[in-house]
């Protein structure tokens, strides 16, 4: 059974802090990492995308990605009100070309930032 | 430049009845996905279809079938429905199929069982 596990929340931090968002995955053949943010009652949407170690910056958000830890994470600097929501963690696990197209989620991380 | 849509946005059913959602990709797309998410959990993936064809299917019954058009669109069809049936669920559509590919939601259809 792959699996993708995330911190457990709710985090809250303080509006202009960095917040921090942890997700494991337990297939060495993963190929693809994707973060989603999903605002309550709505549709998750991508915020994100990584598929190589190292960190990928897009505005104030940072991804990061060790395979070797098997470890993907998300970083939201200057963190503000409107990022309140629930982040989740996507992994495409591509084992022998027969699982693409299909992304496993995480349970999810709800984050609060407070003014 | 539309982005993936489905109808409707919401249902109410009865438990054994059956029921019919629609999506429609974004445009240049021509995959689609289908996920559930109940409250609470991340998005499961119920199956993709890509040239009209099943591709790929997640841990559901046969009770969850699926169909696409030649134009890329899709519909989801879930019979002899369940109280644990009602969810979010959740069409996304991509390029095409692949371990690269993003995949961008609509909206949702909310389904609720009683």
């Known amino acids: 059974q792959k699996e993708v596990e995330q911190n457990s929340g709710p985090l809250s931090v303080p509006e202009g802090a960095i917040a921090s968002l942890n997700c494991t995955y337990s297939?060495?053949?993963?190929?693809?990492f994707f973060w989603y943010r999903q605002y309550s009652g709505k549709s998750p949407e991508l915020i994100m995308s990584?598929?190589?170690?190292g960190d990928k910056e897009d505005g104030r958000f940072t991804a990061q990605l060790n395979k070797a830890s098997q470890y993907v994470s998300l970083l939201i600097r200057d963190s503000q009100p409107s990022d309140s929501a629930t982040y989740l963690c996507?992994?495409?696990?591509?084992?022998?070309?027969?699982?693409?197209?299909?992304?496993?989620f995480g349970q999810g991380t709800i984050l609060t930032v407070h003014p | 430049d539309a982005g993936v849509t489905q109808s409707p946005t919401h249902l109410i059913k009865t438990r054994g009845q059956q029921v019919t959602l629609r999506c429609s990709p974004k445009?240049?797309?021509?995959?689609v996905s289908w996920y559930q998410q109940a409250l609470g959990q991340g998005p499961q993936f119920i199956f993709q279809?890509?040239?009209?064809?099943?591709?790929q299917r997640g841990n559901f019954p046969d009770r969850f079938s699926g169909h696409q058009f030649p134009n890329y669109s899709s519909e989801l069809n879930v019979n002899a429905l369940l109280l644990g049936d009602s969810a979010l669920y959740l069409c996304?559509?991509?390029?095409?199929?692949?371990?690269?590919?993003?995949?961008?939601f609509g909206p949702g259809t909310r389904l609720t069982v009683l």
């Open positions: 279809y890509y040239e009209e064809e099943e591709r």
């Open positions: 445009s240049g797309h021509d995959t």
């Open positions: 297939d060495r053949g993963s190929q693809s």
């Open positions: 990584i598929y190589s170690n």
């Open positions: 996304a559509s991509s390029p095409r199929p692949g371990y690269y590919n993003e995949q961008f």
């Open positions: 996507a992994v495409n696990y591509g084992a022998g070309g027969t699982s693409y197209g299909k992304l496993t």
